[in-house]
């Protein structure tokens, strides 16, 4: 979940990206000792089990493709996803094993490898989900994670989780923040 940007902006320049292990060659824990694939696993977890945020109510999505790097405009309709920061190889297999065996996780570094019918409404192959994911942004407590789901030219949504650090339960997405959008 490398380099996706803090949607939102903590208190005039307070804001910082944790964990680091989102982003390649960076340590593998938080402050409060929780790998940082924990996050991301609790936000897909919360984002693919609530049809209200991911604008599917019917349907699961045995394929899920992610993407291989962390953008901070994940969570904008309007954002370009341009860069990114790599999520580690360590901490994508920490991801699919986590949802394994009931979600199949594939990352993928291009978005144009699982889309078919590009010249007219495109779509994701496989009627799987590609997902994107921005980088944790907060403190060791408390993060934000922008999400943008896309199926079809008509099936996306953007928005941004909180995610909070509870003794006893680890990381917990708490609800979200800011807009959601949905085509």
Known sequence: ????????????GCARQVPPDLVAGAPATTQAGTPAGDIA????????GT???NSFPERAFPTVYVM??????????SGKQAGGAPIPAATQQRIAEALAPATKVV???????????KE??????????LITLGPPVGDARRVTVGVNGFVACLG??????????QSGDGWQVTGTTGSMSIA
């Open 120 to 129: 007219s409404c495109a779509r994701v192959k496989d009627d799987a989900i």
């Open 156 to 165: 996306a949504t953007w928005l941004t989780y909180v995610v909070q650090y």
């Open 68 to 77: 291989d790097h962390t953008f901070g405009d994940a969570a904008d309709p």
């Open 107 to 117: 990352f993928v570094a291009d978005r144009e490898t699982v889309l078919e019918h």
């Open 41 to 48: 696993v609790q936000v897909l977890r919360r984002y693919l």
């Open 1 to 12: 979940m490398g380099a996706v940007l803090g949607l939102l902006v903590v208190a005039a």
């Open 51 to 53: 049809p209200s945020e």
